[in-house]
């Protein structure tokens, strides 16, 4: 089963950063997967989210690099990508992710935050490519590197 097989069961999905690196660079191994999950995601009526933090994470290295013109295709697909809403980070949201580093003491302040935001729409799933990730019981995580 591919990862665009595993979305067509969900309703929803909150997109972590790296498929969105993966996506945007057309990475080797994982950008044809993560190009395919963004064309399901239309035609199986599939709500996407990612929030500002991928922001935060995806913009330090194109503009380390000088690469304005990654940097602005990131900014774009983020904020007017088709079928992609960027959520912005509420208290609760901040509350939430506390609560998560309480219950898993090596989760990092970001991926607690984008986390968080996932089960704050009610996301049927997280989409990341951290391993680590899986350990998380409060939402189901898929891990694009468990599909290739």
């Known amino acids: 089963m591919t990862i665009a097989d595993e979305l067509t069961r969900l309703s929803s999905v909150f997109i972590d950063t790296a498929p969105i690196i993966y996506y945007i660079e057309a990475h080797p191994l994982f950008g044809p997967p993560?190009?395919?999950?963004?064309?399901?995601?239309?035609?199986r009526n599939i709500s996407a989210y990612s929030s500002v933090v991928t922001l935060t994470e995806v913009l330090p290295k194109p503009i380390e690099t000088g690469n304005e013109i990654l940097a602005k295709k990131f900014v774009e697909y983020l904020e007017h990508g088709a079928h992609l809403t960027l959520l912005e980070i509420t208290t609760d949201i901040a509350k939430e992710a506390g609560t998560?580093?309480?219950?898993?003491?090596?989760?990092?302040?970001?991926?607690?935050?984008?986390?968080?935001?996932?089960?704050?729409?009610?996301?049927?799933?997280?989409?990341?490519?951290?391993?680590?990730?899986?350990?998380?019981?409060?939402?189901?995580?898929?891990?694009l590197q468990d599909y290739a």
Do not use: C, M, W
Not at 108 to 136: E, G, P, S
């Open 100 to 143: 998560l580093r309480g219950h898993y003491a090596d989760l990092r302040a970001l991926d607690a935050i984008q986390i968080a935001t996932a089960l704050d729409i009610k996301a049927d799933a997280f989409l990341t490519n951290d391993k680590k990730l899986k350990k998380i019981k409060e939402i189901r995580v898929l891990v």
């Open 34 to 43: 993560t190009k395919e999950i963004v064309e399901t995601l239309p035609s």
